[in-house]
């Protein structure tokens, strides 16, 4: 053996991964086939991504290589021609800005980092194949100045971003139909910015085609590219030159065209032609995919760095899993998938949503694009609506409901969920109230499961490893979510038949915990699961 993991490829996915597992105590040789700095396009990150810049420890580099703040998003989108905005802060108050980074620097700030962390980085490294069959090791060949040689390993983590070595190789690559799209893009220098405070935004410009990103990097270049149809721009580029029809796109996006109007062109358009995809599979013996190797999803929301880091760091804790308790990586191979996949699809559902309500044009791109109100495949379509209702910390589904127009079934799901959610949490803030006793009547009601919510044991993702812990499942979440030993055991307790009252005194007992102390976490912890769902109230 080489080492006990080989990581393919150094972008955040690959990096994230690398720099874990090396924590973990792992001796990792990662393969790299460009020499970085390279050129990349992704520049705009969410909020969601500065807790694991953080974990992966590169958080203060980022923030003091001056890269821009950005707050929010612009947009020319929905009903009418005008610019609007949202900000990160209306549901984000922990990180209400995040940044548009220029990736050659970030991606080698990542790259850098696995190497102080022990990474074996070898860059220009070229896997030309890649032999997954052995039982025992995983072999790659790898190509560079000095020839080919063959490396193996125990695990093989494929983060070689759309190249999808592994997923290709095995046949299991997916093609989005409601994606076919594909990107022009191109950088300038001198282009006007969006006035303050939304200077930093992203701007995006729906128009006849399709519709345009502008983000601003503190190196003075704007990265601006327009998204259209993949047929339409096939044949635009064979006809008119990849030059001409970009040119031709800018020319149609009127608040585009204005802010380029005094802006130079740096170098000549690009194109990408791969689009939205995912892997049916994600997780085999001794390997596993991560990054754009296992998805790609539309880029209105900016997702591909995210869901980059974040697999990442799940499939770090996956490997070491497998390498560590054979039985558990077994139980963990779904949930590896569910939960990245479940970010995937949320963006993904949340992205054709977008398309489908914008009305501000009427063209092919656009009608082709339409959800009609009889449309029941956002699926799980129950999951997604509790998903827009709950309003998550995302901010684009609120801007979805205010500026699009959206089908009455599913406009009518959002606004029930929703307001079954406000009325159960302003009846239990009305059983805190102290009645004529002095006593609140929480504690004389009686909990118990709602119909379809359960604890079950599964594998959940702990610190730097999967580990059995305990999930609430329900109808509308089958996915579940995580929870503490002591709701699992309150959750127990909820039995229909003890109150309030006994419900606290059964878990003191079971813990040792004063009754005091447990009554404001049970009363707490009722109040979250109550208005969520998972908890009746009689």
């Not at 980085?121 to 052995?134: A, C, L, M, P, Y």
């Amino acid at each position: 053996m080489d080492a006990d993991v080989i990581v393919i490829g150094g972008g955040p996915a690959g990096s994230s991964a690398a720099t874990m597992l090396t924590r973990m105590g792992w001796n990792v040789i990662l393969l790299e086939r460009e020499r970085f700095p390279r050129d990349h396009v992704g520049e705009s990150l969410l909020p969601a991504s500065l807790p694991i810049l953080e974990e992966l420890g590169v958080l203060r580099t980022v923030a003091a290589e001056g890269f821009t703040e950005k707050y929010g998003a612009t947009m020319v989108w929905g009903a009418g021609n005008e610019r609007w905005s949202w900000h990160f802060s209306e549901t984000n108050k922990t990180n209400p800005h995040a940044y548009q980074v220029w990736r050659p620097r970030f991606d080698q700030i990542l790259l850098e980092n696995a190497a102080t962390n022990g990474v074996d980085v070898r860059q220009q490294h070229r896997v030309v194949e890649v032999d997954i069959g052995g039982q025992e090791e995983m072999a790659v060949r790898v190509a560079n100045d000095d020839g080919e040689r063959v490396l193996r390993a125990r695990f093989l983590v494929d983060a070689s971003g759309q190249s999808g070595l592994i997923v290709r190789k095995l046949g299991l690559r997916e093609d989005d139909p409601d994606f076919q799209n594909l990107a022009v893009y191109a950088y300038y220098e001198g282009a006007e910015r969006l006035p303050a405070p939304d200077t930093g935004n992203i701007f995006i410009e729906s128009y006849e085609h399709g519709w345009f990103w502008n983000i601003p990097l503190h190196n003075g270049l704007m990265s601006v590219g327009a998204v259209v149809d993949h047929r339409l721009g096939t044949e635009g580029i064979r006809e008119h030159g990849l030059e001409d029809f970009f040119e031709r796109q800018v020319a149609d996006a009127p608040h585009t065209a204005a802010m380029l109007r005094e802006a130079r062109r740096t170098a000549s358009p690009a194109v990408i032609r791969d689009w939205s995809y995912s892997a049916s599979q994600v997780v085999g013996d001794g390997w596993i995919v991560a990054g754009d190797a296992a998805c790609f999803i539309d880029p209105l929301f900016s997702t591909g760095v995210h869901l980059a880091l974040s697999a990442g760091v799940m499939a770090a804790a996956y490997v070491t899993t497998a390498l560590t308790d054979p039985e558990l990586a077994a139980a963990a191979r779904p949930v590896y998938k569910d939960l990245y996949y479940s970010q995937y699809d949320l963006f993904r559902q949340l992205a054709r949503l977008f398309y489908s309500t914008n009305r501000s044009v009427d063209s092919y791109f656009w009608e082709t694009r339409r959800i009609t109100g009889a449309d029941e495949s956002l699926s799980p379509r129950s999951a997604f609506i509790r998903a827009v209702a709950g309003q998550p910390p995302k901010g684009y589904e609120r801007a979805v409901l205010r500026r699009g127009e959206i089908p009455g079934a599913l406009r009518s799901g959002v606004d029930e969920i929703g307001a079954a959610r406000k009325a159960r949490s302003e009846r239990y803030r009305s059983l805190l109230a102290p009645n004529s006793s002095g006593l609140p009547p929480i504690f004389g009601a009686t909990p118990a499961p709602a119909a379809g919510a359960r604890v079950e044991r599964r594998p959940v993702l702990g610190a730097g490893r999967f580990e059995w812990g305990h999930v609430l499942v329900s109808d509308e979440r089958p996915e579940g979510t995580d929870v503490s030993p002591l709701v699992a055991l309150l959750l127990a307790s909820c039995d229909g038949q003890q109150t309030v009252t006994g419900v606290i005194g059964t878990l003191a007992e079971r813990t040792g915990r004063a009754p005091q102390e447990m009554a404001s976490a049970v009363i707490q912890a009722l109040g979250i699961l109550y208005t969520d769902g998972a908890v009746d109230l009689a």
